[in-house]
């Protein structure tokens, strides 16, 4: 069973409690007129959490209300407010019964289960935005953390030879596999539940991880590892403030900042491995 939270919060002040609750185990928000609504797994809803949620009511004024729901039902609630997002002329996500756009470079559909990595998200813009500058053809690349399957599937379609999707949560890597199934995506050969240690000794050209500051930090020396020679890193899921400390951890291991993006709060940064010109470093 599932708890469904419905937040209402000010227009003004959405982007800051959305920064608030990063330390939480929410993964994904469905905005709506007056706020957002998300949920949890009901055993994930105990008394620390709402204690948080009251000490971050403290400083940004919202109100909620909850309700315990069978999976199935908020599958349904979640199915039925999904919109399509296009993402520049580059990129439509959508769901199977939404219209297709011709104008756009690449389209992607997903089944929009409670999974995180909708496209709604900042986070994954950025790097879908980051992803539109990079050459992908006959590369290998590794979405870890993968989710939807939004950006291995953006990947596969940008001319990637390989590319190996990564999901550990059961409900998110269900959905992962049905999405494949939805794209013309051949070159996605490998889904697997799991962690970087399950594609070692493999060198990545292009690692994409789209999850939280705690948890890339945690990674961070596995997702280094499995880069091969100049591979690439490009990373988000964490909050501009927190920028400085996810760049000076990669430098340390050898990963070069090449640029970054922002949305809002939120940034994306991308890396280079060994032995890229110093002098060309994002200060």
Request: proline share 2%.
């Amino acid at each position: 069973m599932y708890t469904q939270f419905s937040f209402r919060v000010v227009e003004d002040l959405r982007s800051a409690f959305l920064a608030a609750l990063e330390s939480l185990p929410f993964e994904a928000f469905e905005e709506t007129h007056d706020g957002f609504v998300t949920a949890l797994k009901t055993g994930q809803v105990d008394d620390g959490l709402l204690a948080m949620l009251a000490e971050i009511k403290e400083h940004i004024p919202f109100e909620y209300h909850t309700q315990v729901l069978q999976y199935e039902n908020w599958n349904a609630i979640w199915e039925a407010s999904f919109k399509e997002i296009l993402i520049d002329d580059f990129c439509q996500i959508r769901a199977p019964f939404h219209t297709p756009n011709d104008a756009v470079s690449y389209q992607i559909v997903i089944e929009p289960r409670m999974a995180f990595g909708t496209g709604h998200h900042e986070t994954t813009r950025l790097v879908i935005r980051a992803l539109r500058y990079q050459a992908l053809q006959q590369k290998t690349i590794c979405d870890f953390g993968s989710g939807t399957g939004i950006l291995a599937i953006l990947t596969s379609k940008m001319g990637a030879s390989e590319v190996i999707a990564i999901e550990h949560d059961p409900v998110a890597y269900e959905n992962l596999t049905d999405n494949i199934g939805l794209n013309d995506t051949a070159s996605i050969q490998t889904i697997l539940a799991g962690d970087l240690d399950s594609i070692a000794p493999l060198s990545i050209d292009t690692l994409l991880v789209n999850i939280t500051k705690n948890v890339i930090l945690k990674h961070l020396a596995s997702m280094a590892s499995v880069l091969g020679h100049s591979g690439h890193l490009i990373t988000s899921g964490f909050l501009h403030k927190d920028k400085n400390t996810i760049a000076g951890a990669a430098r340390a291991l050898g990963l070069m900042l090449v640029s970054s993006f922002e949305e809002n709060d939120w940034s994306c940064l991308h890396f280079r491995k060994s032995n890229y010109d110093r002098d060309r470093e994002v200060k």
